[in-house]
């Protein structure tokens, strides 16, 4: 007789994958590192190993009691030094789906507005044993800093302008959903390329897993070594969109200096605003994507963003499911099979 999913997945027991419905072969697996510091340092196989994971973790979101036991007794601390609605909330509800116990940092509320350096909270906050760190930063390079201080987990929710690998996996995720394999895509990133954590992480990300990366900015906001990453340039967004599967629209970082590079956002949105007639160059069946927070009128019209080819809102449900699989990646049983390897 087959094995049912449920049977395939095994008993729940404390600290394994509980009632996840999780493939045998995805029970004990985890991350090469310690951390998720960037998309930077993963392969396709771990990007792929993630992709899967959070496709079997969506599930839990849609059953009348939405908590599975697999971080029980695991501490996740979530310090958030710059604003977030969409990565704090989700890393803090998929903690809580998988039963660990979280407590979440903001710049405003911690002993740094006193001037403790970031090492120091760092310190202090490890003295008190978490299993994971999850830190948005304004500084690049402030994850890898936690990383090299603490023996917890880190994982990077945005550091500057430099990774957002979450980010990237979601939205590798809903591209997934939607086309079924993301090799030998079309994908078209548009906006402020320049101070864009979300576009390197995806360049990256896209790119491992095979697709046809093109970036599409004025001069302004695309960095000058662009083409180093492998991408395709464009300073007009009306032939970066002929035959695109995904359109992924950014916003002006107005915080990192974005604010200065163009006369007006009128003129901006004429030029690089994603409208429905220039989004009729892409292919019928694509597919538009916005990281969020997004400014209508701005980079893209609303009735674009409500549009029957926005995938936005999904985009959100898969941050959750995503998160869920990146905390089980790092701390759930895999993780702790592969420290005690590690140590012995
Ligand atoms: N996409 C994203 O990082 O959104 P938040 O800033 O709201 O977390």
Do not use: W
């Not at 302008?161 to 990237?168: C, N």
């Amino acid at each position: 007789m087959p094995k049912t999913k449920e049977a395939e997945a095994g008993p729940a027991a404390p600290g394994d994958a509980g009632d996840l419905i999780l493939p045998v072969d995805q029970q004990a697996a985890s991350l090469k590192s310690k951390d998720l510091l960037g998309i930077e340092y993963l392969d396709a196989d771990e990007i792929q190993l993630i992709l899967d994971t959070a496709h079997h973790f969506k599930e839990i979101s849609q059953r009348p009691i939405k908590k599975v036991p697999t971080l029980r007794g695991k501490s996740v601390i979530n310090l958030f030094f710059e604003p977030s609605t969409r990565t704090r909330t989700s890393f803090e509800i998929a903690a809580k789906r998988l039963s660990a116990d979280t407590q979440t940092i903001s710049a405003s509320t911690s002993s740094m507005v006193k001037g403790e350096t970031l090492i120091d909270t760092a310190r202090n906050i490890e003295a008190m044993y978490p299993d994971l760190l999850i830190i948005r930063h304004a500084f690049p390079g402030a994850a890898h800093m936690l990383a090299r201080t603490c023996s917890a987990a880190v994982i990077n929710a945005g550091d500057g302008a430099h990774e957002h690998p979450t980010q990237a996996l979601l939205d590798a995720l809903t591209i997934r959903d939607h086309k079924g394999s993301i090799e030998g895509l079309r994908v078209v990133i548009c906006g402020d390329i320049a101070h864009s954590r979300v576009a390197r992480s995806n360049i990256h990300c896209l790119r491992k897993l095979g697709a046809t990366v093109v970036v599409a900015a004025p001069p302004t906001l695309m960095p000058c070594d662009v083409e180093a990453l492998g991408v395709e340039a464009f300073d007009r967004l009306e032939p970066a969109l002929e035959g695109a599967d995904v359109v992924m629209t950014l916003r002006i970082q107005l915080e990192r200096g974005g604010k200065l590079s163009f006369p007006s956002t009128r003129e901006y949105f004429n030029l690089f605003g994603l409208s429905r007639d220039k989004l009729a160059l892409a292919k019928d069946d694509v597919i538009v994507m916005h990281p969020g927070p997004m400014n209508r009128g701005v980079e893209i019209a609303s009735d674009v963003a409500d549009g029957p080819a926005s995938v936005i809102l999904e985009q959100v449900s898969n941050g959750l499911a995503v998160r869920m699989a990146v905390l089980y990646l790092l701390a759930g049983v895999g993780a702790a099979k592969k420290n005690v390897e590690t140590a012995a």
